[in-house]
């Protein structure tokens, strides 16, 4: 079969007989998850239900103070400047590794997407909240280890179904070319 090949920052788009998804475009799905899985984060539990901010649990910066509250809200918009990166440099990564559209490679797309939101979560979730102790999925709770805990529950889930979904289109692609 032929092959179709192009050179980008994020490495080859060639499209192999395979079907196999190219490495820059496993990156992309990746930061992608990672800088949106940043902002539902910071959206939904810091801005709309309010159970925390970056610095909540240290007992520094409390929400119930003017400068507990100014303090809290640069490190959220610290935090929403990385998710906002990830984004970018996900997109580009994207626009430079994208191969010929192939069936299939949205679900893996989808599903890579859906990776990178679990390891950011993941990885917030154990460093923020069990390592530095910085905040807590609830820090408007009297024992907040089971939210915790329930957070980092949920992350496995997604990351299970985003690698499946990423695996069934990839699997999608090769049967295109089979």
Do not use: C, K
Not at 36 to 43: C, R, T
Not at 90 to 106: F, K, Q, T
Request: overall charge negative; hydrophobic content about 50%.
């Amino acid at each position: 079969m032929a092959e179709l090949s192009a050179r980008g920052r994020f490495g080859s788009r060639t499209v192999e007989s395979t079907g196999r998804l190219p490495r820059g475009f496993i990156a992309a799905g990746i930061l992608l998850g990672v800088g949106l899985g940043g902002f539902i984060d910071g959206i939904v539990l810091h801005q709309m239900l309010q159970w925390h901010r970056m610095l909540t649990a240290t007992g520094h910066h409390p929400m119930d103070t003017v400068g507990g509250l100014e303090t809290n809200t640069l490190w959220d918009g610290i935090f929403h400047a990385f998710a906002w990166s990830a984004t970018a440099v996900g997109l580009y990564a994207l626009w430079e590794s994208a191969p010929v559209h192939r069936r299939g490679w949205g679900v893996a797309l989808f599903g890579l997407i859906l990776v990178g939101w679990a390891l950011f979560n993941l990885t917030e979730g154990i460093v923020d909240h069990h390592i530095l102790t910085i905040h807590h999925v609830r820090d408007d709770v009297a024992e907040p280890l089971p939210w915790d805990l329930g957070f980092l529950a949920v992350s496995v889930g997604i990351l299970a179904a985003g690698w499946a979904l990423a695996r069934r289109g990839a699997q999608l692609g090769r049967e295109q070319t089979a």
